[in-house]
């Protein structure tokens, strides 16, 4: 555990490919009713400009290492998981960490990324299985729990540049995320 409270964990397994989560207590379970669908803006909004570089930069210097960054959530965490070889894994590690904690949350950026919200509501809505989860879990709970992990229609697009960068503020913080 670091000093700000980062816990970080490795274990060697030998493996070119290294494989490092960045799992952070964020969650759609801490979303209320003034951020509903926010962690699924957020989970959209993975690799857009940081404090430190531009999205153009962030991809072709992924890009140039091998590397894969993918964003996923829970009810629990957000859940950011980068791949790429092992001896490149400290440089990539600094653009994941400046996507995770800095963000900067460039107004337009964020407009143009509701695009990438629809297209991802519309194949979530083609798989019943997940469309049915999603229903149940709503049903089986109350409070954050009950919250879903994708955005309602009408919420699309209406999560500002201010609500992203509140919403990391206040949950994206070192003592509650892990890289391993």
Do not use: M
């Not at 980062?6 to 952070?24: D, F, G, Q």
């Not at 404090?51 to 960054?69: C, M, P, Q, R, V």
């Not at 400046?98 to 337009?108: C, E, G, L, N, S």
């Not at 964020?110 to 997940?130: H, I, M, T, Y």
Request: net charge positive; proline share 3%; glycine share 6%.
């Amino acid at each position: 555990k670091l000093p700000n409270g980062l816990v970080v964990t490795s274990l060697e397994n030998y493996s070119p490919v290294a494989r490092i989560a960045i799992v952070v207590k964020g969650g759609a379970r801490y979303e209320d009713s003034s951020n509903f669908g926010v962690t699924h803006a957020l989970r959209n909004a993975a690799g857009l400009t940081t404090e430190n570089s531009t999205t153009f930069g962030i991809t072709k210097n992924l890009e140039h290492l091998g590397a894969n960054l993918t964003a996923s959530t829970t009810r629990d965490h957000l859940v950011y998981v980068l791949e790429c070889n092992r001896d490149d894994a400290a440089k990539a590690l600094k653009y994941a960490t400046d996507i995770v904690f800095f963000p900067a949350f460039k107004p337009w950026e964020v407009s143009d990324a509701a695009g990438r919200v629809k297209l991802d509501l519309a194949k979530f809505r083609q798989k019943q299985e997940a469309v049915l989860l999603e229903a149940l879990h709503q049903a089986a709970f109350r409070g954050g729990l009950a919250n879903s992990l994708f955005l309602q229609d009408f919420l699309v697009g209406k999560h500002s540049h201010k609500k992203l960068a509140e919403y990391v503020k206040n949950h994206v913080t070192a003592p509650r995320a892990v890289i391993s």
